[in-house]
C-alpha cells in the first residue's frame, strides 16, 4: 500500500544522496518490523538508523508514548548526532512525533499543516484528489489557515478518530490530526504513524530543504500557531471535578465575555467562551461537554478537558493556542511566547489552589 501511496524512489534518492541520516525509534512497539522493512529494506536506511525495532511486551519497560518526555532518548540522540529527520512511535504505531536536525521539534498541529501545506507531493493525493481537512478541538490552529488559504473544506472535530471517520466514508476528508501526535489520511480510516513519517520524507525530498527551514518557510506564508499542552495526571477526582465544575460556571456566567486577564505585559480580552458542542454533518448527531473552551479576541484560545476520573486518578489538560503574523515572532521559544497565557489559564481555573499541584506531569 505505502509504494502506492508515496514516491518510493525520490525518498530513496533522497536518502542516498548524502544528507545527514535519518534516526527512527520504534519504541518497541508493533510498528517496528515495518520500520525494517520499509524504511531499511526498500529505501536503503541503514539498519543503525532503526533503533528500538524488536516489539516487546513491556516496551523495553518504558513508556511507549511519542513526546518529548517519553521519548526522551531519541531527543538526546538527535540533539548529539548528526540527523536530518528523527521520528518515534507509540506502541501501536499509530501515532508519532517528528523531530528536525538537533532535535528541532515539530508540534503534531504545525505537522499535520505542513502535511496540508505540501500535500500534493504525495501522488496517492494527486491521483485521489484532495478533500477537506481537520483537526480535534484542543489541536492548534495551524490547518485551518492552510485550509483557508487553499480554498478546502475544514472541520472542527471533538476529540475521538470517529468523528474524522464519519468524514471520510462520507467523501469529504483527505487528511486529518490531532495533538496527541496522531497524523491520518483516508488511506485508511485511522492514524497511522509511519505513514506520516513517510509524507515527511516525501515533503524533504521534494523540497530539499531542512525541517527547520520548511517551518519557518510555512510560518512566513501562514504565520505561526504557537502551541503548549500541559498534562496533571493522577489528580485526586474530587478537586478535579471540583475546578472544572467551578470553570465552567465562571466561563458561562454571560458576564465573562469582555473581561481582560493580564500577566507580564499581556492583556488578552474574552471574545467567547463555551462547553464545545459538535454537530456531525454527516449524521446530524450531537457531542456536547466536548471541553472548556476560553477564546480571545485575539484568536488565542485556552483549553481544559477532564478524563479518567476514576479511582486511579484524573488527568487534567490544559492547551493553549495562541497565533502570531510577525516573522520576527516565529524563531521564539513556545514556552515563553505562552507564558502568560499559561499563567492567566492556571489563574482563572484556580487549578493549584484546588488540586495542590503546582507543576504538570508532562509538557508538550
Not at 508493533?30 to 532503526?50: D, F, H, N, Q, T
Not at 500535500?119 to 478533500?131: L, N, S
Not at 484542543?138 to 478546502?152: F, I, L, S
Not at 513556545?334 to 484556580?350: T, Y
Request: aromatic content about 10%; glycine content about 10%; overall charge negative.
Amino acid at each position: 500500500m505505502m509504494k502506492e501511496i508515496f514516491d518510493f524512489e525520490s525518498i530513496k534518492g533522497f536518502l542516498a544522496s548524502g544528507k545527514p541520516g535519518l534516526l527512527i525509534n520504534s519504541m518497541h512497539g508493533v510498528v517496528g518490523p515495518y520500520v525494517k522493512r520499509i524504511l531499511c529494506e526498500e529505501l536503503g536506511m541503514p539498519e543503525s538508523s532503526a533503533v528500538n525495532c524488536i516489539p516487546l511486551e513491556d516496551f523495553g519497560g518504558h513508556h511507549p508514548d511519542p513526546n518529548l518526555t517519553y521519548a526522551i532518548d531519541l531527543v538526546n540522540a538527535m540533539k548529539d548526532g548528526d540527523y536530518i529527520l528523527g521520528a518515534a512511535f507509540d506502541g501501536d504505531g499509530d501515532r508519532n512525533m517528528i523531530l528536525g536536525h538537533k532535535a528541532f521539534f515539530v508540534t503534531p498541529s504545525d505537522s499535520l499543516a505542513v502535511i496540508a501545506a505540501n500535500i500534493d507531493v504525495i501522488p496517492y493525493f494527486r491521483k485521489t484528489g484532495v478533500k477537506g481537512f481537520s483537526r480535534s478541538m484542543p489541536t492548534a490552529g495551524a490547518v485551518d489557515r492552510v485550509a483557508a488559504k487553499t480554498g478546502r473544506e475544514f472541520f472542527e472535530v471533538p476529540t475521538g478518530w470517529k468523528f474524522f471517520g464519519n468524514l471520510m466514508d462520507a467523501g469529504r476528508l483527505s487528511l486529518c490530526g490531532e495533538e496527541s501526535f496522531g497524523t491520518g489520511s483516508d488511506h485508511i480510516r485511522e492514524k497511522d504513524g509511519l505513514w506520516a513519517c513517510l509524507a515527511w520524507l516525501s515533503i524533504l525530498a521534494a523540497r530539499k530543504m531542512t525541517v527547520e527551514e520548511i517551518l519557518k518557510d510555512h510560518w512566513l506564508m501562514f504565520g505561526r500557531n504557537f502551541f503548549t499542552r500541559y498534562d496533571y495526571e493522577n489528580v485526586d477526582s474530587a478537586p478535579a471535578n471540583q475546578m472544572m465544575n467551578n470553570l465552567e460556571k465562571a466561563i458561562l456566567d454571560p458576564s465573562f465575555a469582555g473581561c481582560l486577564f493580564s500577566h507580564a505585559n499581556k492583556t488578552y480580552k474574552v471574545a467567547k467562551a463555551d462547553n464545545f458542542e459538535y454537530t456531525d454533518p454527516i449524521d446530524g448527531s450531537i457531542s456536547k461537554k466536548q471541553g472548556l473552551r476560553i477564546i480571545f479576541e485575539d484568536g488565542s484560545r485556552v483549553v481544559f478537558r477532564l478524563s479518567g476520573t476514576g479511582s486511579s486518578g484524573a488527568t487534567i489538560r490544559l492547551y493553549i493556542d495562541s497565533y502570531e503574523a510577525e516573522e520576527a515572532m516565529h524563531s521564539l521559544n513556545a514556552q515563553d511566547v505562552l507564558k502568560p497565557l499559561v499563567e492567566i489559564a492556571l489563574k482563572i481555573s484556580q487549578l493549584r489552589e484546588l488540586t495542590g499541584r503546582q507543576e504538570p506531569t508532562v509538557i508538550t
